[in-house]
């Protein structure tokens, strides 16, 4: 697997200092109230696990399972939320967690949904990663742990080919790990 990586970006203690940062910012800034965590799985699993420790405050965690990418490397354009139903978020502050903002349909589907069915007090986004792109959708995130180029990386949750997510840290692939997708579509 480590064979796999071209390079690194993120080590693992540079995540988990982020991550320090980013709690305390987010402990700060709803102090005083409780939050609802949506964690979008299951890409934010480490993300959420590790930056949900940094957050002081009375917390509630929901999770919803999300699929955009179907196994490649280029969003297919299609979300698809295995959920129903969305979880029961009235009258709350709701801060929703995921790994990457890629294109930003994930997201602004699943806040789209929120605002139809819930009727939170509040919605925010908190993503591991913001790719520097042009988006198909009109959405930022209001927390973000690190910008990155355009490029498709893996680890600390991220897959390519549901492979890589038990990486520590976050690197890029070689292509001759990715070039499978040539021969087996
Ligand atoms: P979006 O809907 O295009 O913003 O994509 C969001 C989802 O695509 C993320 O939650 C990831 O699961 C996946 N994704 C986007 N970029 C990458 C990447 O570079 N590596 C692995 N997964 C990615
Ligand atoms: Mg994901």
Partial sequence: MLNDIERTLFHEQTILSRLD???????REYDGRELTVIAVLNGSILFVADLMRRIQLPL??????????????ESSGTVTLDQTS????AGRHVLILDDILDTGRTLHAIRRRL????SALSVRICV???KAKMRAEELDADYVGFDIGD??????????REQYRNLP?????KPSALAADAVCP
Avoid: K, N, W
């Fill in 21 to 27: 940062a980013l709690g305390a910012q987010i402990t």
């Fill in 169 to 173: 840290f976050i690197g890029v692939l």
């Fill in 86 to 89: 969305m979880p029961d978020v």
């Fill in 115 to 118: 605002h139809e069915e819930t």
């Fill in 151 to 160: 490029e498709f990386v893996v680890g600390y949750g991220l897959d390519y």
């Fill in 60 to 73: 509630r965690l929901d999770c919803i399972s999300v699929s955009s990418y179907h196994g490649g490397t």
């Fill in 128 to 130: 591991l990663l913001r």
